[in-house]
């Protein structure tokens, strides 16, 4: 499913195309893809609000595919093994940002579905130094959606700071909230569960409220509504500005708000008094390779659970559409 020219979703501006088997270059492997996972970021790509693709573009960064063919200098993977492409998908390994360890902030990244083909596709390739290892027990369907929005929302969840922390206080559990209630959240509220957190969830919709509180929320409401109580920390996972200050308002003094999403509307003005006292504003960029080996390693110890809903690769359009209307309950696949 090609993107030559970004549009609103509901133009269905992507179109199914034939083109060749993608030849793996020099450390690349060539993948068969058994399941891709929508993110919101496709979205942002799709309808151009992230504004470097290279067109046309075949989007998808939440690979799950079966290596089936190498370039030369490949080591590490074979044939025939099952391994998940996220969206770094190669980093310079020379910049300031990578020698120090955080090669997701890269001066000069290539990302999957975005600089290089992604996997709205049947084969796809990938750097094999960037791909992960995908862990057993999930089916391709649902291990999909653990390669962004698990592996963000795990990142996003870790910048809170609450997470290994003592609660204020003894009998207290550390209180957080998520605002917007997607692929990310659903799996983060099943982490901070595991954790002990108390998970207070602002979102769009009574279906997602409910949605929520079937995976252990304490309390659900929408966007405009106060948490009952004052939060240690929220991520922001719904792509709209006025949930910053609105978050910076439920947090307590000291407390964290975290915004995940690659892309925001603009936030508003707000008086300084919700900054004060310590609040913290900060965002999550990308991951690490370590970050996704660490979230893949886990996801299946704490049992995390994906909701999916299937969708066939030329039903693409019809996916985001589903995505931005609000109307999914977890994540989006496409199966080829
Ligand atoms: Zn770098
Ligand atoms: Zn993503």
Not at 141 to 165: D, N, V
Not at 212 to 220: I, S, T, V
Not at 238 to 246: D, R, T
Not at 277 to 285: I, Q
Request: charged letters at 20%.
């Amino acid at each position: 499913m090609m993107l030559d020219a970004p549009a609103p979703a509901e133009s269905r501006p992507l179109a199914l195309r034939d083109v060749p088997v993608p030849e793996p270059g020099p450390g690349e492997v060539l993948l068969e893809v058994r399941a891709n996972g929508i993110c919101r970021t496709d979205l942002h790509v799709v309808e151009g609000e992230l504004t470097e693709p290279r067109l046309p573009l075949i989007p998808g960064h939440q690979i799950i595919g079966t290596v089936v063919g190498a370039g030369p200098g490949v080591t590490g993977v074979a044939a025939g093994d099952r391994v998940g492409v996220p969206w770094l998908g190669g980093t310079d390994g020379a910049c300031m940002y990578c020698r120090a360890g955080r090669e997701n902030l890269c001066e000069h990244p290539t990302f999957t579905g975005y600089q290089r083909d992604g996997g709205y596709a049947e084969y796809a390739t990938a750097r094999a130094d960037f791909v992960l290892p995908v862990p057993g027990g999930y089916p391709d369907l649902e291990a999909a959606p653990l390669l962004c929005a698990g592996l963000i929302g795990y990142r996003a969840l870790r910048m809170t700071e609450i997470a290994g922390l003592e609660p204020p206080e003894a009998d207290v559990p550390p209180r957080l909230g998520l605002y917007g209630f997607g692929a990310s959240a659903h799996i983060v509220i099943q982490i901070a569960r595991h954790l002990g957190h108390e998970v207070y969830v602002c979102t769009r919709g009574t279906e997602g409220q409910e949605f929520a509180r079937e995976l252990g929320a304490e309390w659900a409401g929408s966007g405009e509504d106060r948490p009952p109580v004052p939060l240690d920390a929220a991520i922001i996972f719904a792509p709209s500005g006025e949930l910053v200050p609105a978050a910076l308002a439920a947090v307590r003094p000291g407390g964290t708000v975290v915004c995940a999403g690659i892309h925001m509307s603009p936030i508003p003005e707000f008086g300084y008094d919700l900054l004060w006292g310590e609040r913290v504003v900060r965002s999550v960029a990308n991951l690490t390779r370590n970050d996704g080996r660490e979230f893949l390693a886990m996801a299946p110890r704490i049992k995390v659970h994906t909701s999916v809903r299937q969708f066939g690769l030329e039903e693409a359009n019809e996916a985001l559409i589903e995505l931005k209307a609000g109307r999914l309950r977890g994540a989006a696949v496409l199966v080829p």
